[in-house]
């Protein structure tokens, strides 16, 4: 069997989850989906309408496709025929069609791409929140929060993610690193030792350096936490536990704003979340800290700011 149809076959064997929007299901699932099947699902998105009164015959001339393969599309997103996807689709359609990034048209004013971008950045953020499990987030919580050092890693967008959560960590009395540069974050990951915890964002969980940074952390004894888009087989094996926060946005063709943004988030939740373990203690002297910071800024302001 051929990696293709092998990704096809686990496709297939993924029920659609109940009551979740279909054509957000369609955008989660597309880069999935074998190229035939993906044609069917860019013209159901193209046009959800046309989609609900048209019959197997009529969506697959207008897709350029078979009919066995719309049948083979319904199935490999876990539904039980045309009919009830077509039943589903009618429930998302009512209920509004999300605005994404490929229904953008050149001639959009400034005040609809606005909205559009807007409409389409909510929409994701809520469906990774639905998405995400609870469990594994209070998990990682408790991982964070008995941590001797934390080591952040990633690359690209998700560095930028890494580097946020190594400005707020600090804050919670813990050691903590992140580096940019792939030979850096390579030997800090091979110089951490049991107790401590390798955080590794990455969207498509598939970055080759950073799953050698894992590997490397993960034989030291060092715990490792994923934080990914995707929950991949390559990256979920060198965890020892990985958060998935999935959105809606193809990393494919745009640069990946909204999963950054749905990181962004994740982190500020497991944040939060190890800051109220700390107790009252540390919360009184955070709040010291910052009170101290503050009147530093005060002091060092232009002359346009005393005014």
Same mark, same amino acid.
């Given at each position: ?20 929007n ?5 955008l ?12 069917v699902a860019?013209?159901i ?22 009919e066995?393969?719309v ?42 791409l606005t ?20 469990e ?7 991982? $964070? /929060? @008995?941590?001797?050092r ?5 690359? +690209? ?6 580097? *946020?959560a !190594? #400005? ?7 050691p ?13 990951a ?12 990455s ?21 490792v ?32 704003t909204?999963?950054? $943004? /749905? @990181?962004?988030?994740?982190v500020?939740?497991?944040a939060? +979340? ?6 009252? *203690?540390? !919360? #009184? ?5 910052k ?17």
């Amino acid at each position: 069997m051929s990696s293709g149809e092998d990704r096809s076959v686990a496709v297939a064997e993924r029920p659609a989850p109940s009551g979740r929007n279909v054509l957000e299901l369609i955008l989660v699932r597309l880069p999935e989906l074998r190229k035939s099947d993906r044609r069917v699902a860019e013209h159901i998105l193209s046009d959800p309408q046309a989609a609900l009164v048209a019959t197997v015959a009529e969506t697959a001339r207008r897709a350029g496709v078979s009919e066995p393969t719309v049948m083979r599309f319904c199935a490999a997103l876990g539904f039980e025929g045309f009919q009830d996807f077509k039943i589903k689709l009618a429930h998302s359609v009512a209920l509004g069609v999300p605005a994404t990034q490929s229904v953008l048209d050149a001639t959009d004013t400034p005040q609809k791409l606005t909205d559009k971008v807007f409409d389409y950045t909510m929409t994701s953020l809520d469906w990774a929140r639905s998405q995400l499990d609870h469990e594994a987030v209070a998990q990682a919580i408790d991982l $964070l /929060a @008995a941590a001797r050092r934390i080591e952040f890693f990633g690359f +690209g967008a998700s560095w930028i993610v890494a580097a *946020d959560a !190594q #400005q707020k960590f600090p804050l919670f009395g813990v050691p903590c690193g992140v580096h940019s540069d792939s030979h850096q974050q390579f030997i800090a990951a091979s110089m951490m030792q049991p107790g401590d915890v390798a955080v590794a964002i990455s969207n498509t969980g598939q970055t080759s350096a950073l799953l050698e940074t894992m590997r490397a952390a993960h034989e030291t004894g060092a715990r490792v936490l994923g934080i990914s888009g995707r929950a991949g087989r390559r990256m979920s094996r060198l965890c020892d536990l990985l958060l998935v926060i999935e959105t809606l946005e193809n990393t494919d063709v745009y640069t990946p704003t909204i999963s950054r $943004l /749905a @990181a962004l988030v994740l982190v500020d939740i497991l944040a939060v +979340g190890v800051a109220m373990r700390r107790g009252s *203690d540390h !919360q #009184q002297r955070l709040a010291a800290m910052k009170k101290k910071l503050s009147v530093m800024r005060s002091r060092h302001a232009g002359p346009s700011d005393e005014e």
